[in-house]
């Protein structure tokens, strides 16, 4: 079925990580986030999260910031780690991320 199928035909936000060599990429029709080798474009991850949208680089190397719909604000997700509810979680934004 492939990776347009699990987007369900639709990229919301992509991001690049603090390293260059990770990119994110959101989909809030098909509910996934997908990590990508640039260098190679090999798919690292895929993680399933309601309404994502957003996507900013974090700072760190490998890591994102997540944003979905509904005012879910995900830190630290990467490849490897699905990511932790951000710190001050009394602020919720809606489907969109920009590092500042």
């Known amino acids: ?3 347009s199928f699990s987007l369900r035909g ?3 936000s992509v991001a690049v990580d603090s390293s260059g060599e ?3 990429v959101t989909s809030s029709h098909g509910n996934r ?3 990508l080798d640039i260098t190679t474009g090999k798919l690292l991850a895929e993680r399933r999260i309601a309404d994502i949208s957003g996507v900013a ?3 760190e190397s490998n890591a994102f910031l997540l944003t979905s719909g509904d005012g879910t604000v995900l830190a630290g997700t990467s490849p490897q780690a699905e990511g932790r509810p951000h710190p001050n979680q009394a602020v919720h934004w809606d489907n ?3 590092k500042l």
Do not use: D
Request: with cysteine; proline share 0%; glycine share 12%.
């Open 1 to 3: 079925k492939g990776l």
């Open 22 to 24: 990770t990119a994110a």
């Open 96 to 98: 969109h991320a920009v």
């Open 57 to 59: 680089c974090s700072g």
């Open 33 to 35: 986030v997908l990590f």
């Open 10 to 12: 639709y990229i919301s």
